[in-house]
């Protein structure tokens, strides 16, 4: 099974408008951390935001935010007010405690539009 | 800026060679992690070394090797090459080992074999 996927390869959105990327994971690990990335063309991995299992408050980050349902075991990045630097590739990652590294999805394409 | 560094940033080299990719972690940072992207395969988690020993391996193949320093930079080498090892080379690295430790990555070495 997948640990990660990521349903919406591209998605376009008018500029100032938010907009949500869906992630959804598959762990036993009671442990685990989930990240989202940012990779834009010119093929650098930006870090944007974490959430620890355990975490009570869903995790923000100025624009970014996440919505964690654990029970459904979904992390969605939402970014408000997008800005035409927001178009990049992004991924969802998880990092299990036994597992030692990150897993990754095969990401969604964002492309806002003035 | 990460403060992850990797050189070179570029690499173009012919089948059968062999090349070194060069980490230096943030600093701070014990753990450091190498990945390779591609476009067929995605984000693939080649192997993990903390503080000096390795810790967890992925899809990393025979022809590739590494090994971290005991100033903690990390060298990733891929020898035979072939048309198929193109691809963006990432290394990472984190504070520690647990799944809360943010993974931060550096620009990336593009591997080019022809």
């Known amino acids: 099974a997948q640990k990660i996927t990521q349903t919406q390869p591209g998605m376009f959105v008018q500029e100032k408008e938010a907009v949500t990327l869906d992630c959804t994971y598959d762990?036993?690990?009671?442990?685990?951390?989930l990240f989202w990335y940012k990779q834009p063309s010119s093929g650098e991995m930006i870090f944007l935001i974490y959430?620890?299992?355990?975490?009570?408050q869903n995790a923000t980050e100025g624009r970014y935010s996440l919505n964690f349902q654990k029970a459904r075991k979904s992390a969605n990045l939402v970014i408000s007010a997008s800005q035409l630097g927001d178009s990049a590739m992004y991924f969802c990652?998880?990092?299990?405690?036994?597992?030692?590294?990150?897993?990754f999805g095969q990401g969604t394409r964002l492309t806002i539009n003035p | 800026d990460s403060g992850v560094t990797q050189t070179p940033k570029h690499l173009i080299t012919a089948t059968g060679q062999r090349v070194t990719l060069r980490c230096s972690p943030r600093?701070?940072?014990?753990?450091v992690y190498w990945y390779q992207q591609s476009l067929d395969q995605g984000l693939q988690f080649l192997i993990q070394?903390?503080?000096?020993?390795?810790?967890a391996k992925g899809n990393i193949l025979e022809r590739f090797s590494a090994q971290q320093f005991p100033d903690l930079h990390s060298e990733l080498n891929l020898s035979s090459l072939e048309l198929g090892d193109s691809a963006l080379y990432f290394c990472?690295?984190?504070?520690?080992?647990?799944?809360?430790?943010?993974?931060?990555f550096g620009e990336g070495s593009w591997l080019t074999v022809v």
């Open positions: 990472a690295s984190s504070v520690g080992v647990t799944s809360g430790n943010t993974i931060y």
């Open positions: 959430q620890g299992s355990y975490d009570q």
């Open positions: 762990t036993s690990d009671p442990s685990y951390g």
């Open positions: 600093s701070g940072d014990l753990s």
């Open positions: 070394y903390y503080n000096g020993e390795e810790r």
């Open positions: 990652a998880i990092n299990e405690q036994g597992a030692q590294k990150l897993v």
